[in-house]
């Protein structure tokens, strides 16, 4: 149960993450994450460097898709402005919005990984579905209602990871 919780990675942000190194472990596609991954929740378009991330990716022939928990109007603003497909409300962690996403890319599961800040949400969700996982820190420490509770939570599966020795954050 403990192991859903657990990414195959985890890394202090995005900008670490690089198409090489990708390439190298056969992934093709992305499936990210938005509020609190790529940029603070609050802030409504991407920065230069996130842009820099997905040109690298797109360059290196790694297709990017945005997966969000979050509405219409956020999702759909900073998505265009990147020019990359996304999905609004995916109600991570349910399976449903991430195996549409991996049908909509036409990549195989196993050659996907998904990136996000919330294990209760992305991680998990990303795991159940079979895909890849790489846990990013969060962009800032504040959070929405939902996400706060989901937090608390996170921090006592976090510690029985550390515990176990499942999970270690490179200083
Ligand atoms: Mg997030």
Known sequence: MLKLFLPDQQVKSIFEIKPEQLREKG???????LDNTLVAWNEAYPNDQVYNW???????????MILSNNNKNRVELF???????YVYKANKPLKRSFIKAAEKMNIKRSEIVVIGDQL???VLGGNRS????I???PIVDTDDKITKF????ERFILNKL???GLIKWEE
Do not use: H
Not at 79 to 85: A, G, I, Q, T, V
Not at 130 to 133: A, E, L, R, Y
Not at 150 to 153: A, E, K, L, V
């Open 130 to 133: 079979g895909f890849q996982t």
């Open 79 to 85: 998505s265009k402005s990147l020019k990359r497909p």
């Open 135 to 137: 846990l990013v820190v």
């Open 120 to 122: 209760l949400t992305d």
């Open 27 to 33: 992934i093709k596609g992305v499936i990210t994450d």
């Open 150 to 153: 989901n937090r608390s939570i």
């Open 162 to 164: 550390e515990k176990r």
């Open 54 to 64: 997905f040109k690298q990716m797109e360059q290196s022939g790694i297709e990017v």
